[in-house]
């Protein structure tokens, strides 16, 4: 969206001053409405230095939920939702945020629905903030709506940070045990080799095997290092295809412990995320079809879409569920009682409440659980790099005593 600096006169005096509008004219109005005589104009022009630029979501979660906790707030307080967005568009801290409202506003401003303004940033609003405000506008409760989607977020967001927070500890000290075999075998036992070359004797099996994989760190590190790059290049490009990302989620499923773990964080996310579109109105079909589409897991959105099929032919939503493994019984059979009596979106929300909880207890189990693990494997990693050096030092020793 373009930058205007402006010189201009208001009750107080001149004043400067920058201002971003759609167009020069744009500018122009709403320095008007603020009581500002514009005595001259100019565009900033955009380069590379200034221009933004966004990996991924452009805007922070905290800042979006923030936003539409405000938003609630000023529409429950009869703010009208132009004005609203003005207000909102120039308090956020996000500049990509606000680049958008300040759009999203002169859309408003032209006769747009909010569901419509906002449909033209998919990066920033959602397919499914989309359509739970097409249903808040239709019943008008957007400031429900607002609230449900925040706390949507917000819960989305603490799942997700507790799995990367139970699956950072043992990556960091695995990186650290790596780290420390490099040293000793690249920095520490080649000191030695030319000692225990010197000793002529028969060295221990153990002394063989570390100076051999010394060697081979020496010659070949760049091969080592060139086989991890390219593992965790190949993980990427592995997820960006639909087909390979089904069989690397279905192995993550598979996994010992880990696999627990992330079969019920995607369980809390995917209960939840329908249980609030079910809630703010959103038709079962298309709200399936927003969940499956925002779905992490390949195998769970497979799993999602033969339910959505199995609702077309007339048939049980939990029908496909109860024939596939990532879904438990528990599931399933609060889903049928939640169909049956009319109250899918209240039983959702109790599925997403007990697996969030499952979730938080699992992570402490597992934080408990590798520590320990971890601590014991680098230990023994060193220590065995530790006895092969030793061993033939006391062997020398006693060589020389005799």
């Known amino acids: 969206m373009p930058k205007f600096k402006y010189v201009g006169r208001d009750k107080s005096g001149k004043r400067d001053g920058s201002v971003i509008s759609s167009s020069r004219r744009e500018a122009f109005i709403k ?67 606000q680049r958008s409202l300040l759009d999203v506003e002169e859309d408003l401003r032209q006769g747009n629905a909010l569901s419509t303004a906002t449909a033209k940033y998919p990066k920033i609003f959602s397919n499914m903030f989309v359509n739970m405000m097409k249903a808040g506008e239709a019943s008008g409760a957007i400031d429900d709506t607002l609230d449900r989607l925040a706390t949507q977020y917000e819960k989305q967001h603490e799942t997700k940070q507790k799995i990367i927070s139970a699956l950072t500890y043992p990556l960091v000290l695995g990186v650290i045990a790596i780290a420390v075999i490099i040293f000793l075998l690249v920095g520490v036992v080649p000191t030695f080799v030319a000692m225990f070359s010197d000793f002529g004797a028969q060295l221990p099996l153990i002394t063989r095997f570390v100076l051999g994989s010394s060697e081979w760190m020496q010659a070949y590190w760049w091969l080592f290092i060139s086989l991890i790059v390219l593992f965790i290049v190949g993980i990427f490009a592995l997820r960006k295809q639909k087909q390979s990302k089904y069989y690397l989620d279905f192995f993550l499923l598979r996994m010992p412990i880990f696999g627990k773990l992330l079969q019920k964080a995607s369980i809390a996310r995917l209960t939840r995320t329908l249980s609030s579109l079910l809630s703010s109105s959103v038709p079962i079909l298309q709200a399936i079809a927003i969940v499956e589409k925002i779905a992490e897991n390949e195998v769970i959105a497979r799993v999602l879409q033969e339910s959505r099929d199995s609702l077309e032919r007339g048939e049980s939503l939990t029908t496909p569920m109860k024939n596939h493994w990532a879904f438990p019984p528990l599931v399933t059979q609060m889903i049928s009682i939640g169909e049956s009596t009319g109250s899918l979106d209240a039983m959702l929300d109790k599925i997403a409440e007990f697996y969030e909880k499952e979730v938080d207890n699992a992570t402490d189990r597992l934080k408990s659980l590798i520590e320990p693990i971890m601590i014991v494997l680098l230990a023994t990693i060193v220590g065995t790099i530790v006895t092969a050096i030793l061993v033939p030092m006391f062997d020398i020793f006693n060589h020389i005593q005799a």
């Open 31 to 97: 320095l008007k409405e603020e009581g500002i005589r514009v005595l001259q104009m100019d565009e900033v022009p955009e380069s590379i230095f200034t221009k933004d630029i966004a990996i991924g979501n452009p805007v922070k979660l905290h800042d979006f939920v923030v936003f539409l906790r405000q938003f609630s707030t000023l529409i429950r307080a009869g703010v009208p939702v132009v004005e609203a967005t003005n207000v909102l568009a120039h308090q956020t801290e996000s500049k990509a945020l």
